[in-house]
C-alpha cells in the first residue's frame, strides 16, 4: 500500500505539473483528492491492515493528501499571476503622452511682495491695518503735519473727490486713524498696505494708482536706532543677508529727522553701474522719527512718546527685484505677466 | 540745484576729495547728489586764436580765409561762419584736436585751399544749444579782447568743470544758492567758509533824492529795498560769469541781467532791475493788484491779475508781479543807463499763488516760494551794486531806499545731550554736540549738557528741537548710528479673521485655476455704472465721480470691478491669448447721497471672469469650453470653502445674457451676481462667450464669523434615497431642491440633482430630474418607518407645489 500511495503522489504531481488552466488543476484536484478519488479508496482499505502498520499508512496517506493539495496551491498561484501578469501587460500605456492638465491660478505679484512684506514684520511683532481709500483732507493731510497751504501738498497732486474728501495719496492716514483710536496712552505697531492714488500721468515710471505699504511704531523710548535696526532686519530678510544698507537724511513733512534708505546695489556688488546710477546704491524706502506735531494731533504727548514710521512702493520693489521695467504691467494684467510672477 | 565744482572750489577748498567723493559726503549728510556730470564732453587742443586776417575764398562765397595767430604760430584756416571777422579773439581747434563725438581736427584742404584747423562755435565744442548766447547762436565764438592768445580756450570757456547735481527736499531751499551750498559742504567736510563782505563805492549823489519807496501791505511785503545804479553800459558779461550761469542752467543776456542772476545764484535773492527812465514816476509802490488788472510781463504776454497777487507800480500801473516776473514796459534794454535796483521780501504764500495763478515757475519764484534769508536781501543788493560798478560801468548811489519792517532776528532752539542721545540711541558726548555746531557755524551758550542755539536765518527750516536733533544727526553721521530693536513691550503681531479669510478667499481662487488681476479703481463714468450687482445698484444713488480728472477715463470710481476685468480679457484675447480666467478681489465705492458730501461705503468684493476653453486635453478628445456652470462651480468650491450654502435665482441684469443670468444668495441675502455678459457686450469686446461673477466678501466675511464651526463628525451611518420627477421643463432645479430640503427638514440634510433628462419617452414640454436624498441624524440611528414617512412628505409637497410626477 506504501508503494500505491507514493505511485499516486508521483502521478498527481506530474499531472499538476502539467496542468496549464485553473480548471485543469482544479480536475486534477477532484480526481486524486476527490471524495471517490484513489487515495481515499487507500484509505478505505486500510482495516485490513495489522494494528502495527495502520498508523503507518494513515500517516502517509495524510501527507501524500497534503503534499498534492500544496502543489496545486503554488501551481493555481503561479497560474493567476501569469494570468493577470498577461493582462497588465495589455494595459500598459505611453507615459510620455502628456498630462491632463490641472487648473493653476496665482498672485498677482504686488500681492506676493505685499504678503512677504506683510508677513517679515508680522514676525517682528506687527500687525497690519487698513483703511479708506477715499480720504478726508483731515487725515491724509492735516494730521500728518501738512496743514491747507503747505507747500509740501505740491509733492503729491491729488484726484479730490470735493474740497473734504480726496483719493488717498498715501496710506499714512490709516496711521493717524489708527493712532488717534488709541486716546494717546497705547503702543502702536502696525504695518499699513494699500491702493494709493495721485495725479500723474500713466508712463513707464509713473502710475495714477499705485502700491504702499507704511510701518509705524509708536511706545515711550523709541530711538532712531530702533528704526535703523528694524530697517536692516527688514531688508537682510526682504532682499538678502549679503546686501547693506545706507540710511541717508532726507525730508518728509510726517517725521523728523527724515531718513531715505537705499540697499547696496545687487547687480554691480556696489561698484556702480547703470541700475544704481553709478552710486552703487539703490533707493529703497523713506521714513523717520514721527513728527511731534503729527504725535500731538492723534493724541499722545510727543515728551512722552515718540516713534518711528517708514514707507515704501512695492511697484519698485518689484521691479528692482525682478527686473520689471515698466510700471503699466501692474495693471494690464497681460496674462504672459501674471504668470511669469507666479513663482516669485 | 547745479552746482559748478570749479565755483565752489572757488568758495572752499574740497580738492582733497574726489568730484565722487564729495557727491557722497554731501549725500551721506543731507543733501542728495543726483548726479556729477563734465558741462560738456571732453574737449582737448582748443586754444585762444587772433584772426590777423580774414578774406574771402578764392573759389567758395560762402568761405573766408583766414590766418590765425595761435601763439607759437600762425594757421591758415578756411572759416564758414557768417560772424567771422579780421581782428576776433575766437577758440582755435588746432590740428590734433579733438572735439566732441570723437571728432579729431586734422589738416585739410578746402576748395584748393590750406585749411589747419577750425574756429568753432560754442555749439561744436559741446555747449547746450540753450545754454548759448543769441548773439554765438548762428555763428562762432568770440572771446572779450583781454584775453591771452594760445590760452587754453578749454578751461577759459570753463568746459573743464564738473556738475553736481543737487536733489534738494523742499526744506533745504537754503542750499538754492552758491553760498548755501558752501556753508553746508563745509559743514560736511569740517572746512571753512563764510560769505565774503560787499564792498561797495557810491557817489556823492542819494538814492533819496530820486526814488522813494511806500508798501501798503507790509505782511506780503515786509522788506522792499530800492538802489539806484546811473552811467550803465549794457553789453556783454564778463566771461568768467557767463560761464558762471551757464554752468548753473541760466543762459547769459547781458550784464545787467545777468548780474542779477549771478547775485540770485551766489546769495539765492533774487532781484529785479527796473529802468529808472522808463518807470513812468519816482514813486515805487506795492500794493495788492485789483482784481482783473492787467499788466504785460516780460515774455511779452498779458497777464489778468487777481487781489491776492502783489504788484510792484509806479503809483499806478504794474510794473512787476512781485517775485514772479518783470514787466515789459521798464525791461533793461540795450540803451538803459540808469536802473533802480529792487532788493525784498516777499511772503512765501503770496508768491506761490501768484506763480501758480501765472503758470510761472522761474529761479526767482522758486527761491521766494520757500522763504529767502531775511540778513541777505539788503546783502544780495550792495553786491549787485558791486558787481554793476565794476562790469557795467555803474555809478552807485549813496544808500537805499526802504521800507523796512523785517524781523532779521534768530530762532533760539533749547537741545540737551541726554534727551539727544535718547532719541538717536546713541552715546554722544557734550565736546562732540558743541563741535557739531561748530562746524554748522551755530552760536549756541553752552550750560552743562544744556545748549541754547540760535539758528542762523539762512536755516529758516529749523525751528523746533526735532529739526536740531536732524542737524546733530546727521553731522553725526545716520552711518554712525547704532543698530538696535524697540525695547517696548512685544505683542504678538499677526493677521486678524478677517485678513485670514481674505487671503483664504485669494487662495481658493487661486487653487481654482484662477489668475489674480489689479484693475484701476477709477474708470469712465459709463464702465463705472456697468454689470453693477443687484444689492449695490440699489444702495448706490449716484457714483462717486473726480472733481478734476485727469481723463475721462479714469474719472469716476467703480461700483463693480467686472468691466475692467471684462477689459483685462480682452486686452489678452488681443494678444492670442484667449483661454483666461481672472479673478480680483477690491474695493468698490457706493455713495447714498446724490451729492457727495461724506465718505463713500468702500465694500470688499471678489469678482471674477473667464473666457475661451475652460479645459482642454486633446489626445484624450476632452475639451470643455467655459460656461455657466463652470462659473457657478467655482463659487460653489467657495462656498464649500466659507461653508455657507449660496443659493441661485435666475434674474436679468444689464448687459448680462437674459437666459444665463443669476443672482446668488446668502441666507436669503442677496450678495452678488454670476453669469454670462451679454453677446452683444462680448462681440463690442471681442470675445467669446463670457462668464463673470461678482460677491461680496464682507457679508461672507460676516456670515462665516456667524457660523459654528467644526460640527462633530457624525458616528451614525446615513440613508440614501433616490427620487425621479417629471416636471414641466421651466420649472427649476434649484426651486424643487428648496422644496425637498424643507419638507425633508430636519432628516434631510443634503440634496443632489444626479440626472436631468429631456426627449423620448417623455410629453413635449416636460423633462425629467433625479435627485439623491441624505437623511441623517447626528446623533441616533434613523428607522426606516421614518425616513418613508419623511420620504413621502416630500413627495406630496413637490406634487402640490411643482405638480411633480414620480418618474416610473
Ligand atoms: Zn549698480
Known amino acids: 500500500m506504501k508503494e500505491r500511495l507514493e505511485e499516486l503522489q508521483q502521478e498527481a504531481l506530474k499531472k499538476v505539473d502539467q496542468a496549464d488552466s485553473v480548471q485543469g488543476l482544479k480536475d486534477v484536484r477532484v480526481e486524486y483528492l476527490g471524495k471517490k478519488g484513489p487515495i481515499t479508496e487507500v484509505l478505505r482499505g486500510m482495516g485490513k491492515l495489522s494494528k502495527e502498520e495502520r498508523p503507518v499508512i494513515g500517516q502517509l496517506a495524510n501527507d501524500v493528501r497534503e503534499h498534492i493539495a500544496q502543489a496545486i496551491e503554488t501551481k493555481q498561484t503561479a497560474l493567476e499571476d501569469a494570468a493577470l501578469e498577461k493582462q497588465l501587460e495589455e494595459e500598459s500605456i505611453d507615459v510620455t503622452l502628456p498630462a491632463r492638465p490641472v487648473k493653476v491660478g496665482g498672485p498677482h505679484l504686488l500681492t506676493s511682495i505685499v504678503e512677504e512684506i506683510e508677513d517679515l514684520f508680522i514676525g517682528m511683532g506687527f500687525e497690519i491695518k487698513e483703511g479708506p481709500e477715499v480720504e478726508t483732507d483731515y487725515y491724509n493731510f492735516e494730521a500728518l503735519n501738512l496743514p491747507k497751504g503747505h507747500p509740501a501738498r505740491d509733492m503729491q497732486d491729488s484726484f479730490y473727490v470735493t474740497e473734504e474728501l480726496l483719493m488717498r495719496t498715501h496710506t499714512s492716514p490709516v496711521q493717524a486713524r489708527t493712532m488717534g483710536a488709541k486716546d494717546g496712552s497705547e503702543p502702536v505697531k502696525m504695518i499699513c498696505p494699500g491702493k494709493v492714488y495721485r495725479r500723474d500721468t500713466d508712463d513707464a515710471t509713473h502710475s495714477h494708482q499705485f502700491t504702499q505699504i507704511e510701518g509705524l511704531l509708536v511706545d515711550k523710548n523709541v530711538r532712531m536706532s530702533d528704526l535703523k535696526g528694524v530697517l536692516n532686519a527688514f531688508a537682510k530678510q526682504m532682499f538678502g543677508a549679503d546686501r547693506e544698507i545706507r540710511l541717508r537724511p532726507s525730508f518728509f513733512p510726517f517725521t523728523e529727522p527724515s531718513v531715505e534708505m537705499d540697499i547696496s546695489c545687487k547687480v554691480c556688488g556696489g561698484k556702480g553701474c547703470s541700475v544704481c546710477k553709478g552710486t552703487g546704491w539703490i533707493e529703497i524706502l523713506g521714513g523717520g522719527m514721527v513728527h511731534p506735531n503729527v504725535l500731538e494731533m492723534a493724541g499722545y504727548d510727543p515728551k512722552e512718546y515718540s516713534g518711528f514710521a517708514f514707507g515704501m512702493g512695492p511697484e519698485r520693489i518689484a521691479m528692482l527685484k525682478y527686473g520689471v521695467d515698466d510700471i503699466r504691467h501692474f495693471y494690464t494684467n497681460d496674462i504672459r505677466f501674471l504668470e511669469q510672477y507666479h513663482k516669485a | ?808
Open chain 2, 1 to 808: 540745484m547745479l552746482v559748478s565744482l570749479n565755483w565752489l572750489q572757488e568758495y572752499i577748498d574740497v580738492s582733497r576729495y574726489s568730484p565722487e567723493e564729495l557727491a557722497e559726503i554731501i549725500t551721506k549728510t543731507g543733501i542728495e547728489v543726483e548726479s556729477v556730470e563734465p558741462v560738456a564732453e571732453e574737449v582737448t587742443g582748443v586754444v585762444v586764436g587772433y584772426v590777423r586776417s580774414c578774406e574771402q575764398h578764392p573759389n567758395a562765397d560762402k568761405l573766408n580765409l583766414c590766418q590765425v595767430d595761435v601763439g607759437e604760430e600762425t594757421l591758415q584756416i578756411v572759416c564758414g561762419a557768417p560772424n567771422v571777422a579780421e581782428g576776433q579773439k575766437v577758440p582755435v581747434a588746432t590740428p590734433g584736436a579733438v572735439l566732441p563725438g570723437n571728432f579729431k581736427i586734422k589738416k585739410t584742404k578746402l576748395r584748393g585751399e590750406e585749411s589747419n584747423g577750425m574756429i568753432c562755435s560754442l555749439q561744436e565744442l559741446g555747449v547746450d544749444e540753450k545754454d548759448v548766447p543769441k548773439e554765438f547762436a548762428d555763428g562762432i565764438f568770440v572771446f572779450p579782447e583781454d584775453v591771452e592768445v594760445g590760452a587754453n580756450a578749454v578751461s577759459l570757456l570753463n568746459l573743464d568743470d564738473l556738475i553736481i547735481e543737487l536733489g534738494l527736499t523742499p526744506n533745504r531751499s537754503d542750499a538754492l544758492s552758491m553760498a548755501g551750498v558752501a556753508y553746508e559742504v563745509a559743514a560736511a567736510i569740517d572746512g571753512t567758509y563764510e560769505l565774503a563782505e560787499e564792498n561797495v563805492k557810491t557817489c556823492g549823489e542819494k538814492t533819496a533824492d530820486h526814488v522813494s519807496v511806500v508798501v501798503e501791505d507790509s505782511e506780503a511785503n515786509p522788506y522792499y529795498g530800492a538802489f539806484i545804479i546811473k552811467d550803465i553800459q549794457v553789453g556783454p558779461s564778463p566771461l568768467w560769469m557767463r560761464n558762471r550761469l551757464t554752468a548753473a542752467g541760466i543762459r547769459p543776456i547781458n550784464n545787467v541781467v545777468d548780474i542779477t542772476n549771478y547775485v540770485l545764484m551766489e546769495y539765492g535773492q533774487p532781484l529785479h532791475a527796473f529802468d529808472y527812465d522808463r518807470f513812468g514816476s519816482h514813486t515805487i509802490v506795492t500794493r495788492r493788484a485789483k482784481d482783473g488788472e492787467k499788466m504785460t510781463t516780460l515774455d511779452d504776454q498779458e497777464r489778468t491779475l487777481k487781489s491776492d497777487h502783489l504788484v510792484i507800480t509806479n503809483g499806478e500801473k504794474a510794473h512787476a508781479i512781485a517775485g514772479v516776473m518783470g514787466g515789459a514796459e521798464s525791461e533793461v534794454q540795450d540803451d538803459t543807463t540808469t536802473i533802480i535796483l529792487e532788493a525784498a521780501f516777499f511772503d512765501p504764500s503770496v508768491v506761490r499763488e501768484a506763480s501758480k495763478d501765472h503758470g510761472l515757475r522761474s529761479e526767482s519764484s522758486t527761491r521766494f516760494e520757500k522763504g529767502v534769508d531775511p540778513n541777505r536781501v539788503e546783502r544780495a543788493g550792495l553786491r549787485a551794486c558791486e558787481l554793476l560798478a565794476k562790469y557795467a560801468g555803474g555809478t552807485v548811489l549813496d544808500g537805499v531806499v526802504s521800507h523796512d519792517e523785517l524781523d532779521r532776528s534768530e530762532k533760539q532752539v533749547t537741545v540737551n545731550t541726554s534727551t539727544i542721545n535718547d532719541r538717536l540711541g546713541t552715546d554722544i558726548s557734550n565736546e562732540d554736540i558743541a563741535d557739531i555746531f561748530r562746524r554748522l557755524q551755530f552760536n549756541y551758550d553752552q550750560n552743562g549738557d544744556e545748549f541754547h542755539v540760535s539758528v542762523p536765518t539762512r536755516r529758516g527750516d529749523i525751528t523746533i528741537f526735532e529739526d536740531m536733533l536732524e542737524e546733530v544727526a546727521r553731522i553725526y553721521g545716520y552711518d554712525n548710528l547704532p543698530y538696535t530693536l524697540p525695547q517696548g513691550a512685544s505683542q504678538a503681531g499677526g493677521l486678524t479673521l478677517e485678513q485670514l479669510l481674505k487671503r483664504k478667499v485669494k487662495a481658493y481662487f487661486e487653487g481654482a485655476g484662477l489668475h489674480e488681476t489689479i484693475t484701476y479703481s477709477l474708470t469712465h463714468e459709463d464702465k463705472a455704472q456697468m454689470l453693477v450687482s443687484p444689492e449695490v445698484k440699489e444702495k448706490s444713488v449716484s457714483p462717486v465721480a473726480l472733481a478734476m480728472p485727469m481723463s475721462e477715463d479714469h474719472g469716476t470710481l467703480r461700483l463693480s470691478m467686472v468691466p475692467e476685468l471684462l477689459e483685462s480679457l480682452s486686452y489678452n484675447v488681443a494678444r492670442k491669448q484667449e483661454n483666461l480666467a481672472f479673478y480680483e478681489v477690491g474695493t468698490v465705492f457706493i455713495s447714498e447721497e446724490e451729492k457727495v458730501t461724506k465718505q463713500p461705503e468702500e465694500m470688499l468684493r471678489a469678482s471674477g471672469a473667464l473666457t475661451g476653453e475652460w479645459l482642454s486635453h486633446p489626445w484624450q478628445q476632452e475639451k470643455k469650453s467655459v460656461d455657466f456652470f463652470v462659473a457657478k462651480g467655482i463659487l460653489e468650491g467657495l462656498s464649500e470653502q466659507l461653508d455657507l450654502p449660496f443659493s441661485y435665482e435666475k434674474t436679468k441684469l444689464d448687459h448680462m445674457h437674459p437666459g444665463r443670468t443669476a443672482t446668488v444668495s446668502v441666507n436669503g441675502k442677496v450678495i452678488g451676481f454670476v453669469g454670462q455678459v451679454h453677446p452683444k457686450l462680448q462681440k463690442q469686446l471681442g470675445l467669446k462667450e463670457t462668464y463673470v461673477f461678482d460677491v461680496n466678501l464682507e457679508v461672507l466675511i460676516e456670515e462665516y464669523k456667524k457660523e459654528e464651526k467644526f460640527q462633530t463628525i457624525p458616528r451614525h451611518p446615513s440613508v440614501s434615497r433616490d427620487i425621479a420627477l417629471v416636471v414641466d421643463e421651466n420649472v427649476t432645479a434649484g426651486s424643487i431642491e428648496a422644496t425637498i430640503a424643507e419638507a425633508g427638514s430636519p432628516l434631510v440634510k443634503d440634496v443632489q440633482v444626479f440626472d436631468l433628462y429631456q426627449g423620448e419617452h417623455l410629453d413635449e414640454g416636460k423633462k425629467s430630474l433625479a435627485f439623491r436624498l441624505l437623511y441623517l441624524d447626528p446623533l441616533r440611528t434613523l428607522k426606516d418607518q421614518e425616513v418613508e414617512e419623511t420620504h413621502n412628505a416630500i413627495l406630496e409637497a413637490v406634487k402640490s407645489q411643482h405638480q411633480a410626477e414620480l418618474r416610473g
